[in-house]
């Protein structure tokens, strides 16, 4: 089945930097790759995603890039701020069309003011 | 209602007692999934509703989780004779997304924990 691992596990940075975080998936298939924020106590939230038929997607400080022949997938985070800080999960949709995610272990960003 | 409710938010049962985890999710949402948070790990898949039927149930750990879901709306997580390895946080998400893959909107999640 559908493998998605995701590193680093947790990731500090200061305040305007930039941070990336980076997952790879097991399943040529897959075809949809979405990335969902969890601040803590609170329940996971969409930020952004991207679909096999194109390489980069962008949403104002966030950006996620594709490389499907290599099977991973990025999220890039541009002049971090506090509230960024949260943990992010990458997913995979297996078999390139069922409905179920799966989900990477999550990373956990740290923004320092 | 507006967002996908949980109920309860928080449950502490003892070892080898039956519980129930309730979902509500958005109105019209045909999918629902169930996922499991364990602490410091990621989000384990356990069960996924198209309408009342579930096509993927790969993720259920064991006969002693079952999931139903009835009038295309609420569904229940059953979990009999509770384990201490079953505490966690079990979040239900529904989409309205068909075939195609979609955004998942959570629930705040049940968080369980057996004694």
């Known amino acids: 089945g559908e493998n998605v691992e995701q590193h680093p596990s947790t990731l500090s940075v200061q305040e305007g930097d930039s941070a990336v975080i980076k997952c790879t998936y097991s399943?040529?298939?897959?075809?949809?790759f979405p990335w969902y924020k969890q601040e803590l106590g609170k329940r996971p939230q969409l930020i952004i995603d991207i679909r096999s038929n194109v390489g980069e997607k962008k949403d104002q400080r966030i950006a996620v890039t594709l490389n499907k022949t290599a099977k991973h997938f990025s999220l890039h985070i541009t002049e971090t701020q506090p509230e960024d800080s949260a943990v992010y999960f990458c997913?995979?949709?297996?078999?390139?069309?069922?409905?179920?995610?799966?989900f990477g272990k999550g990373m956990k960003l740290t923004v320092n003011p | 209602g507006a967002g996908v409710s949980q109920s309860p938010s928080n449950k502490v049962t003892e070892k080898g007692k039956d519980v129930e985890l309730r979902c509500d999710p958005i109105?019209?949402?045909?999918?629902l999934y169930w996922y499991r948070q364990s602490l410091g790990q990621g989000l384990e898949f356990l069960i996924y509703f198209q309408g009342n039927s579930a096509p993927d149930k790969s993720g259920l750990p064991s006969d002693r989780f079952s999931a139903e879901r009835t009038g295309g709306s609420v569904s229940t997580l059953t979990i009999q004779r509770t384990q201490q390895e079953d505490s966690a946080v079990y979040l239900c998400?529904?989409?309205?997304?068909?075939?195609?893959?979609?955004?998942?909107?959570f629930g705040e999640g049940s968080r369980l924990t057996v004694l």
């Open positions: 109105s019209g949402h045909t999918a």
């Open positions: 997913a995979a949709n297996p078999q390139g069309g069922s409905e179920k995610l799966v």
């Open positions: 998400a529904s989409s309205s997304r068909g075939t195609n893959s979609g955004e998942l909107f």
């Open positions: 399943d040529s298939a897959s075809n949809y």
